[in-house]
């Protein structure tokens, strides 16, 4: 688990390139995770498959494991891999930037990481933890620099 995400500001920029859409968009958030840090380095955006993507995403399975076998997710001992630093999608329509009832829904099931979402109209963004085991977002710290 990490308290802290640290976004690196060319991939932030990068992200909200994509993100004046009227559509929820979604990315995967690469970098390393030291100790309670996860430094976001690049965010790899995602196509967003989900029928109603006004109010939120889907990540395509196949695109999805292309990510991950690139990471150390999938090879737990492989150094010279990028860590998973969690998912990174937008509240669009000035929608507040926190976990919906639809966030929690999708993530449900799923693995412990890092969550962030940003409100492009408000200029917000939030970061939180998922704790499956609990099934509870964290609030926690995010900077970007």
């Known amino acids: 688990m990490f308290s802290q995400i640290i976004l690196h500001q060319s991939a932030f920029i990068e992200f909200q390139k994509y993100a004046d859409s009227p ?12 100790h ?12 967003n498959i989900a029928e109603e993507k006004e109010v939120m995403f ?18 737990k001992n492989a150094n010279d891999l990028i860590d ?13 930037p926190v976990p ?8 449900v099931g799923g693995i412990n990481t890092g969550y962030v979402i940003y409100s492009p109209e ?9 704790q499956n085991n609990i099934k ?10």
């Not at 559509?23 to 030291?34: D, F, K, S, T």
């Not at 395509?60 to 999938?74: A, G, H, I, P, R």
């Not at 998973?84 to 507040?96: M, V, Y």
């Not at 919906?100 to 993530?107: E, K, M, N, Y």
Request: charged letters at 20%; proline letters at 2%.
């Open 84 to 96: 998973l630093c969690g998912i990174i999608h937008t509240h669009p329509n000035g929608i507040p």
């Open 122 to 130: 408000r200029g917000l963004i939030n970061a939180y933890y998922w």
């Open 23 to 34: 559509y929820e968009v979604c990315g995967i958030m690469l970098g390393r995770v030291y």
């Open 58 to 75: 889907e990540m395509d399975t196949e695109e999805l494991l292309s990510v991950l076998k690139q990471t150390t997710f999938m090879y």
């Open 100 to 107: 919906s009832l639809t966030d929690f829904r999708g993530a």
């Open 36 to 47: 309670h840090t996860a430094r976001v380095y690049t965010i790899r955006m995602m196509k």
């Open 136 to 145: 509870l977002f964290q609030q926690i710290e995010i900077i970007v620099e």
